[in-house]
């Protein structure tokens, strides 16, 4: 029913095994290390056609430097940390919340509420553009980082309520009734008994939020415009000028806008491979 270990196959499997995973990680990383050359290559190489060659020069200095004080990104950084932040602890709050509602109460059309939250997640997010556009222009919303945080938080509840339900569904019940027993109240039980069990999935799922918030850009698009409210990936295409596209500053603003979600990672790679492992084996 599962395939077999590649630790049990045979010497021929083993050895393909070996000889296409290296190939596979070269096509994995030749966009990153072309971005990579991209942000380093002097203007000139564009405009004489070089552009899968090695650089003519190194402009790296001068790329991140026209990046960092002769545009708009340490706006349009300062406006995603505005709207992921937020957005992260938003959903986190709402999702522990109905996690903890439709994981521990039985009531009647539980099962029923859960899978509304399921079904959102398979609405294709394209088809909602003109009604979430003209709801944001009807609340008076567009083009503000308030409208996107709202939205963001409204969308990804849904995964988020699925990822925390199923956790704390896993937890031991007889830790809750026996809370219970001793009469504290409901409250007190999901902050001082549920939440702590779930510091690995709380961190896996920020990390999970924070890299789907911050790599939006068809959102980011539809709902924000100019420099006051648009996040980084959206703003990277201010370096298009009106005949030609400046891709060597669009890959280094590429590369400073990859740095957050990479270094929220490492950050949080501990808890982050533990809350995915959780309730794996008993």
Known sequence: ??????EKRGPAAKATYQAFLPVALLLWLAPLVAVAIFSVKPDVDFTTGNYWGLPSAFAGADNYGRVFFDSDMPRYLLNS???????????VILSSMTGFALGIY?????????????AGNFVPFQILMVPVRDLTLDMGLYNTKTGLVLFHIAFQTGFATLFMRNFIRALPFPLIEAARVEGVAEWRIYWFVVLPLLKPALAAMAVLIFTFIWNDYFWAVVLTQGAESQPV????????????????LMSAGSIVAALPPVAMFFLMQKHFIAGLTLGAVK
């Open 1 to 6: 029913m599962f395939p077999t270990p590649i």
């Open 81 to 91: 940390v505005l709207i992921t932040v937020p957005t992260v602890v938003g959903v």
């Open 106 to 118: 039985k009531f009647r059309s539980n099962l029923w509420i859960f899978f509304m939250f399921v």
């Open 233 to 248: 990936t959206a703003g990277i295409t201010s370096f298009n000028a009106q005949y030609r596209a400046a891709y060597h």
